[in-house]
């Protein structure tokens, strides 16, 4: 059985990168951003590899290492970013971060609103099942 052409490693990391990219610009919580840039990383990573396969050396796999060794510093720089935004805000919604802009820059508007939170639902109110049983004198005698 011989192995898979380069074309369809290619495709899948285009794939993975094309999905990477749209739903990092469709998708407003920062930690699905967050995951979906990384998608993009791992698709590069993929090509990467293909491509050092294909040609029989070492050099992109090599630096697919130092790829995968900057994803995950990245990913403990970004996740306590974000710990420390929803600290401050309570909310992962990019749209909440508009003050972070520059200065003179107006604010970006969502074309469609939000949806309102659901009310809270009520306490659940649980009924009796029946009469508590009377203790039998072996549970209540102690030795």
């Not at 990019?94 to 659901?118: F, I, N």
Request: a negative charge; charged letters at 15%.
């Amino acid at each position: 059985m011989s192995a898979p052409a380069l074309p369809n490693y290619l495709i899948v990391g285009a794939i993975l990168f094309a999905l990477g990219v749209i739903g990092f610009l469709t998708r407003r919580n920062l930690i699905i951003m967050f995951l979906c840039a990384e998608m993009m990383l791992q698709g590069v990573a993929i090509n990467l590899v293909a491509f050092a396969r294909y040609r029989g050396n070492l050099q992109g796999q090599a630096f697919v290492l130092f790829i995968v060794t900057v994803a995950a510093c990245e990913a403990a720089v970004a996740l306590a970013l974000i710990l420390m935004l929803f600290k401050r805000r309570g909310s992962l919604d990019v749209s909440l971060w508009q003050d972070l802009r520059e200065a003179g820059q107006e604010p970006a508007t969502d074309e469609e609103p939000l949806p309102p939170e659901p009310p809270e639902p009520p306490d659940p109110h649980l009924t009796p099942a029946g009469p508590e049983p009377e203790p039998s004198p072996e549970e209540t005698t102690h030795v």
